[in-house]
């Protein structure tokens, strides 16, 4: 059922347990019943209701609070989104409830020192779609580079040579990194278009090349962007919104 995108392994389990899958016309409620490939898999309208009320919500995460849980004392994203700080410009139909931070994780990370967009799912379809091991949606980062001393106009004191390695060439833990696109955006910032996430590996990425990071913010996943949503508010992802 995960494999073909009906729902998460763990939103699969519930709805066997539940009664709510039948093969062949047939309600199944024992975990681990084997399926061939030529049977049909039918979900039962409850648990398509069900699914109908899970949450995405995208945040602009500033500087100071990680993606998951809390660790050495910094607080996790999640606790950014309360009703206060829901953006005025959300323009989505839900009705803030309590029942929407259960099980509310984050689909791809960003870093303690990093901001921009962070999207937190109890969507398991939305889960595997940004962070799944085949996921082929691009994330969009703009990050601003020191080269050495030089932290003004440093596109012009960059090697081209460096910049064709940063777009394909380099490894991380011994693992070849999957081509980037890699470009300037003004003379001290640049846009990187990845479509994995290993963890810091645009910071890890320039240190490789000598460039330092001085901030980096994540604008785009997918078709979604982080527009004009302001540090520290959040949205829901809109009924008619994908990634």
Known sequence: ?????????????EWIEKGWVLVDGERIDTLGTKVRPDQRIEIDPAAEA???KLVTVLIHKPVGYVSGQ???????????????????????DNRFSIAHLRQLAPAGRLDIDSTGLLVLTQDGRVAKQLIGGHSDVDKEYLVRVSFGDVETDVESHFPPES????????????VPLKPAMVSWQNGEQLRFVLREGKKRQIRRMCELVGLQVLGLKR?????????????????????DESF
């Open 1 to 13: 059922m995960s494999e073909l995108g009906l729902c998460s392994r763990r939103e699969a389990d």
């Open 50 to 52: 069900q699914q109908m």
């Open 219 to 239: 604008v785009r996943m997918g078709h979604v962007m982080l527009g004009a949503l302001p540090p520290g508010q959040w949205r829901y992802l809109a009924a």
């Open 163 to 174: 910049l064709a390695q940063l777009r394909h060439g380099l490894e991380l833990d011994g």
């Open 70 to 92: 809390a660790e050495d004392g910094y607080q996790p994203a999640i606790t950014l989104v309360t009703p206060e700080n829901r953006w005025d410009g959300d323009h989505s």
